[in-house]
Structure formats: C-alpha cells, structure tokens
C-alpha cells in the first residue's frame, strides 16, 4: 500500500465523522435516488466506509457494489452496509456488466487528468442506456487556484496535482473549474441533469469549509 493509500485507511472513522452529515451531497445523493428504479446495479466508486453514499443507496433498495483502496474502510462498508466491497484501486477496477448508476464522490481527486480521464471513460462506457453518473469534487475556483499556477493545463480547464488543504495537510488534487467538470462529462456523451455548488464546512477542526460541485449526468437512451 503506497503512502496516500495509507492515509486514507488511517483516517477512516475521523474522515467519516468529518463528512457524513454533508447537506449538499446527501440532496445530490437522494436526486439520484429518484432517477434510479428500485433494484438497480449501482457502483460507490471509492466508497471509504460506505456512509452516507452507499447507506442512501442500499438504504433505497438498490443493488450496491463498492470499491475502495483502503481496507479498513472497506472493511466498515462490509459489515454495516448492505452490499458487495471490495479493495481495488479504482484506476485498475474493470466492470463487470453493466451499471444503472456510478457514484464517484471525491474519490477521483488525487488521481492524475490521464489516470482520471482513462478510468472515467470506461465507467461511462459500462453505463445502461439512461444511467447515470454522479460526480462530486471541489471546483478550481479563481480564490483556490491562482490564474498563473503550473498545474492548470492548456485550456484552463483542469488544475492536476495541485496542493489543496486536506484534513490539515497538502493534497495533490485534481480540480476541474465549474464549467470545466460539466464540459468533460458531455464529452463522455453525457447529459447534464443536476447541479449544485456550495459550501461545506466538515465537523473537524483540522478542515476549512469547502467549495463543492455535484452533478449529475445521465447517458441518453
């Protein structure tokens, strides 16, 4: 397990707590539920403990897999959440059929543009005919990420590796800008149905409030 594996697996629990009672992400969460039928395959990808994603889904009657790197949070999915989880890094993770909905919240961002944009493609293309997917991130805005920082790429849409404030300590993230997120997701052919932005202050006092984009986007019948 590589160091940044090893973070997450030691935060587990404090990470949870920190982040568990987000309104934003559990409203997206739910607007997802109403687009799903009940019973449907759906995949949490980076699924930590499985609250409050994963709980909401299964708690809707669907039909939950999750995966994530770290196996003490996989391990606390498996035992409180009704489901299949199972430890695999989600740039390695090949699906298996076909998916109703692909929940990646917050677990892309420490994954390069290539890395993402190599995973992302192939979860789209594992998408049913009106599936969903459902992306949460923390936006490149202006006051986050300078105008002149090296990790923009070319069109100014993407910041990659760029240090943001993570439970007290640098992270290299990954940050489309608002625009930027929804215009990748229509490049995978899919269609903008849901979006908020707001901000979050996570119950820790190692973390500032945050700036939070969900979408949701749907591939057409």
Not at 114 to 139: E, H, K, W
Request: glycine fraction near 8%; include cysteine.
């Amino acid at each position: 397990m590589d160091g940044e594996n090893e973070m997450w697996d030691e935060l587990n629990i404090e990470y949870e707590n920190a982040y568990q009672d987000n309104p934003f992400k559990k409203a997206c969460v739910a607007k997802a539920i109403t687009l799903l039928q009940p019973g449907a395959r759906v995949l949490d990808v980076g699924c930590g403990t499985g609250i409050p994603v994963a709980k909401m889904l299964a708690e809707a009657g669907l039909d939950v897999e999750g995966t994530d790197v770290a196996p003490n949070m996989v391990s606390l999915a498996q035992r409180r959440i009704k489901g299949t989880f199972r430890v695999v890094d989600m740039v390695d993770y090949k699906p298996t059929g076909t998916y109703a909905g692909v929940f990646v919240i917050y677990s892309q961002l420490g994954l390069s543009y290539s890395a993402f944009n190599t995973t992302a493609t192939r979860l789209a293309r594992a998408l049913d005919p009106g599936g969903i997917m459902v992306i949460g991130q923390s936006p490149a805005d202006p006051e986050k990420v300078p105008a002149d920082a090296p990790e923009w790429d070319d069109t100014k849409s993407y910041v990659s590796g760029f240090n943001l404030p993570f439970m007290g300590e640098p992270f290299a993230t990954l940050m489309f800008t608002r625009e930027g997120q929804k215009s990748y997701l229509r490049s995978l052919g899919l269609e903008i149905v849901y979006e908020t932005v707001d901000v979050f202050q996570p119950q820790s006092a190692k973390a500032h409030a945050e700036t939070q984009q969900y979408v949701i986007a749907q591939r057409p019948l």
